[in-house]
T-cell receptor, first 113, second 115 residues
Framework: GENVEQHPSTLSVQEGDSAVIKCTYS??????FPWYKQELGKRPQLIID?????GEKKDQRIAVTLNKTAKHFSLHITETQPEDSAVYFC????????????FGQGTELSVKP | DTGVSQDPRHKITKRGQNVTFRCDPI?????LYWYRQTLGQGPEFLTY????????KSRLLSDRFSAERPKGSFSTLEIQRTEQGDSAMYLC?????????????FGEGSRLTVL
C-alpha cells in the first residue's frame, strides 16, 4: 500500500521568510496530493491540492510542486506570517479508486515575529 | 453548522470498557472515513464507507474495532474492551464522489482517554 514520508518534522522561520516542506510517496498509482493545515486543537483543513497531470499549482502565498518521476511533492509558503504557524500534513491517494488519504507524519511550522 | 459533527468530543473511560463514537457527515456526502490521530502523528486511516457499504478496513485495525453506517447517513465507531493504547483522537471525515475536488471535510474529532 501507499506510504508517505514527510520532512522536516519541525520547522522554524522568521516572519517574512519562506518555508518548504517535502514529501515522498511510494505508490506510483497515486494521482492526488493534498496538503492540510491543522491548528492546535482544530480539525485538519485543506489548503491546496495537486493532481498528477499538473507539475505546479499556486494560490497566493502557497504553492505545491510535484515530481512524478521522483515521487515527491513539496509545499512552499512565501512571506510567512505568524498565523501560518500550525502543523502541516501532506497526503496521497489514488483519487478514483477509493480516495482514502494516506497522510505524512506532519511538520510543525513555527513563524517567529 | 452544516459541517461534519462528532460526538462526544471527549471521552474518558477505564480500561476494558466499551466506547462508541458517532459521526454525522455533511448531508449530501456519500463517503465517510474514520481516522485515528495520536500526538505528533498524521491521521491514520481506519475504515471508510460509501453510502452504507464498508468498503475498506485497515489491516492495522483489531477485531475490537467495529464501524457501521446503517442508513448511509451517520456512522458509529465502537471500540470494545478498550486498552490504554487506544487513547487517541478519532477523526471522522466525509466527501462526495464525482466532485471536482477530492477534499475531505473533517470533524473536530472525539478524543479518547483510556485510564
Amino acid at each position: 500500500g501507499e506510504n508517505v514520508e514527510q520532512h522536516p518534522s519541525t520547522l522554524s522561520v522568521q516572519e517574512g521568510d519562506s518555508a518548504v516542506i517535502k514529501c515522498t510517496y511510494s505508490d506510483s498509482a497515486s494521482n492526488y496530493f493534498p496538503w492540510y493545515k491543522q491548528e492546535l486543537g482544530k480539525r485538519p483543513q485543506l489548503i491546496i491540492d495537486i493532481r498528477s497531470n499538473v507539475g505546479e499549482k499556486k494560490d497566493q502565498r502557497i504553492a505545491v510542486t510535484l515530481n512524478k518521476t521522483a515521487k515527491h511533492f513539496s509545499l512552499h509558503i512565501t512571506e510567512t506570517q505568524p498565523e501560518d504557524s500550525a502543523v502541516y500534513f501532506c497526503a496521497a491517494t489514488t483519487y478514483n479508486q477509493g480516495g482514502k488519504l494516506i497522510f505524512g507524519q506532519g511538520t510543525e511550522l513555527s513563524v517567529k515575529p | 453548522d452544516t459541517g461534519v459533527s462528532q460526538d462526544p468530543r471527549h471521552k474518558i473511560t477505564k480500561r476494558g470498557q466499551n466506547v462508541t463514537f458517532r459521526c454525522d457527515p455533511i448531508s449530501e456526502h456519500n463517503r465517510l472515513y474514520w481516522y485515528r490521530q495520536t500526538l505528533g502523528q498524521g491521521p491514520e486511516f481506519l475504515t471508510y464507507f460509501q453510502n452504507e457499504a464498508q468498503l475498506e478496513k485497515s489491516r492495522l485495525l483489531s477485531d475490537r474495532f467495529s464501524a457501521e453506517r446503517p442508513k448511509g447517513s451517520f456512522s458509529t465507531l465502537e471500540i470494545q474492551r478498550t486498552e490504554q493504547g487506544d487513547s487517541a483522537m478519532y477523526l471522522c471525515a466525509s466527501t462526495i464522489t464525482g466532485a471536482n475536488t477530492g477534499e475531505l471535510f473533517f470533524g473536530e474529532g472525539s478524543r479518547l482517554t483510556v485510564l
